[in-house]
């Protein structure tokens, strides 16, 4: 009786023994995988640039490009009567762009409507209006 005593206390201290170091070992995993994100950020940052730079890249194409894009918005934004439209005539199939004053111009003097003016073509068009913006 009393060996089966010894025997389910140390079963209940060898399992108390794995419950700590399983969860030691879940928060020395979750310590490590958090400070590995927070180091790894800006170490792969600078290995890209400097990479980028030994190859000959000045400046990084991406924010390149969403500086250039931001820019051209900002200057629609500026002059909004040369904000320009596309369109492609159905018949024969060029082409068109227009500035937003070219389609004010075109609402007003020919009641919206125009000429397609490609050699041979002359289809008739009519600008509608797109309603409140």
């Not at 206390?9 to 969860?23: I, Y």
């Not at 490590?32 to 792969?44: D, F, R, S």
């Not at 629609?76 to 500035?99: A, E, H, I, M, W």
């Amino acid at each position: 009786m009393e060996f089966e005593h010894d025997r389910f206390k140390a079963n209940q201290e060898a399992e108390l023994e794995r419950r700590k170091q399983a969860g030691q070992q879940e928060l020395v995993k979750t310590i490590t995988g958090n400070l590995g994100k927070v180091l790894e950020a800006p170490i792969v940052k600078e290995l890209g640039r400097t990479v980028g730079q030994k190859i000959g890249v000045r400046e990084n194409p991406i924010a390149a490009v969403q500086t250039r894009a931001a820019q051209e918005e900002v200057q629609k934004l500026s002059d909004p009567l040369r904000t320009v439209y596309g369109f492609t005539c159905n018949k024969c199939g060029q082409p068109k762009t227009f500035t937003e004053l070219q389609m004010a111009r075109i609402r007003e003097e020919n009641a919206g409507r125009w000429v397609c003016d490609s050699v041979g073509c002359g289809e008739v068009w009519t600008l509608k209006d797109s309603g409140p913006k």
